[in-house]
């Protein structure tokens, strides 16, 4: 290679280091390798295409001037986008800045410019529709997620949650979530590019366009997306090539203004096997874990699912899934089209006994052994009370209600003699629980929040 080139180039990067910050020297020009200098054509290799893009965008003008001044007028700029780092492969990009063009040949009016920005043909956004907000039930579990969620779909790629990191257990909604983002997005902005797609397929996807020789065009593909939606982020762990095109896609959607939302089964705190620089990049917008559905969630989905799909379920049934069926939404719902199943099949009401037969069948039920200490300190850890509190001499009403609580809840889940209970809650006598059950009993009779109160500590030691 002639040193001409690098001679020109050098002197223009002394203009240039003078006009622009270190940082955006070191980032877009330091890596630019000069590779000729022919016939007015300057040619400068690029790490890929989207550094071509990112200098027509901000430096054209920068850069026009320099070459003008440094070159000569005329000077025609192309560059050199770096396809494969081991081969030395790459493909020639003339520049669209407004530098001069030569004369057209015959055949430059059928030439389709790189930048030209024709009406994109629609894609299928690959979304489930029927993963959308409505049947997404908010609760503390997911409440952070499904807000963040709402805010990018009303303004994709202009809110602070870019990039948005969904992480949690497997069936807890990360899925869910992810297509409702993108199903609000179309429902509002019918024109944007939206995609979902599982990091397997985008694996497949790649290794199909090395193999042809179209990373190009899978490039270009995915550089049009306005909202890209990707699943199991963590299984890009060890994929090396796939990971390397990933974060220059990610850096161009990212820098121009797209949104991207990313699903994995862990934190990006302790996900393995990915590149840093990734890592860096999922913690710039928001981080939102979906955990497990509390008692309160997994209730209001049961009753949804039951609502939607037309059923008639007690809230017995209902309380008992609920109660038992704790790890994901996804087994909540496997239990309601077993249970259905069975019910139809059988011939048989959907009653207690048949659901704790299906129930059984899909977890592990063990059943709590309940002990006196067990239900005085729920009892205490509920009201904000210590356990020598509730022992005392005390007639304070708080504390007389609360021990009333644990006595009558003793009574009605141990077998507990009146005596043992009442020596192991305050060392009363077994004539004290005895009214203590009667006067708990009482009150539920006729004070619905004392009721509630109540049924929501039974809930707890249930749990």
Not at 159 to 168: D, S
Not at 361 to 375: F, L
Not at 390 to 405: D, F, G, Y
Request: include cysteine.
């Amino acid at each position: 290679m002639s040193i001409l080139p690098e001679k020109l180039w050098n002197r223009c990067l002394e203009i240039i280091k003078d006009n622009i910050s270190e940082t955006s020297y070191n980032t877009w020009f330091a890596p630019i390798i000069p590779l000729q200098y022919e016939n007015q054509v300057f040619v400068l290799q690029v790490p890929s295409q989207f550094f071509v893009e990112y200098i027509e965008e901000k430096y054209i003008d920068l850069l026009r001037m320099t070459l003008y001044r440094i070159v000569g007028n005329g000077t025609r700029l192309e560059y050199r986008v770096l396809i494969d780092q081991a081969s030395g492969t790459g493909t020639r990009i003339p520049s669209e800045g407004g530098m001069e063009k030569s004369k057209p040949s015959v055949n430059t009016s059928n030439y389709i410019s790189p930048y030209h920005k024709p009406k994109l043909p629609e894609i299928d956004p690959q979304l489930n529709p029927s993963y959308n907000f409505n049947n997404l039930i908010e609760g503390k579990s997911n409440k952070l997620a499904r807000t963040a969620g709402i805010s990018i779909a009303n303004e994709p790629g202009k809110t602070v949650f870019n990039p948005l990191f969904v992480y949690g257990q497997s069936g807890v909604g990360k899925t869910h979530l992810a297509n409702a983002i993108g199903v609000m997005t179309k429902q509002l902005y019918p024109e944007k590019r939206v995609l979902y797609v599982s990091s397997n397929t985008f694996q497949i996807q790649y290794t199909d366009a090395v193999r042809s020789n179209s990373v190009n065009d899978f490039l270009n593909f995915y550089q049009t997306i306005d909202v890209l939606i990707v699943d199991d982020i963590q299984e890009f762990a060890g994929k090396t090539a796939t990971q390397n095109t990933f974060f220059h896609l990610f850096n161009h959607l990212h820098q121009t203004g797209k949104q991207l939302v990313l699903t994995s089964d862990r934190s990006p705190l302790v996900l393995v096997g990915l590149e840093q620089r990734l890592l860096t990049r999922f913690k710039w917008g928001l981080s939102a874990e979906i955990e497990k559905p509390d008692f309160e969630l997994r209730r209001a989905i049961l009753e949804d699912k039951i609502y939607r799909d037309g059923l008639e379920i007690s809230e017995e049934v209902i309380d008992y899934i609920a109660r038992h069926v704790t790890d994901n939404v996804r087994d909540l719902e496997g239990t309601l089209v077993s249970l259905l199943a069975h019910s139809t099949l059988a011939n048989q009401p959907i009653d207690l006994e048949l659901t704790e037969k299906v129930v059984s069948r899909i977890v592990n039920i063990t059943p709590k052994v309940q002990t006196v200490e067990r239900i005085r300190d729920t009892v205490c850890e509920y009201f904000s009370l210590t356990i020598d509190a509730i022992s005392t001499k005390s007639r304070k009403r708080e504390l007389v209600q609360a021990r009333q609580i644990a006595m009558y809840l003793s009574k009605q889940m141990t077998n507990n003699s009146l005596a043992s209970i009442g020596n192991l809650i305050g060392q009363r006598d077994h004539a004290t629980v005895l009214h203590a059950c009667k006067i708990v009993s009482d009150l539920m009779e006729f004070d619905k929040s004392f009721r509630e109160n109540v049924k929501e500590i039974e809930e707890r030691l249930k749990e």
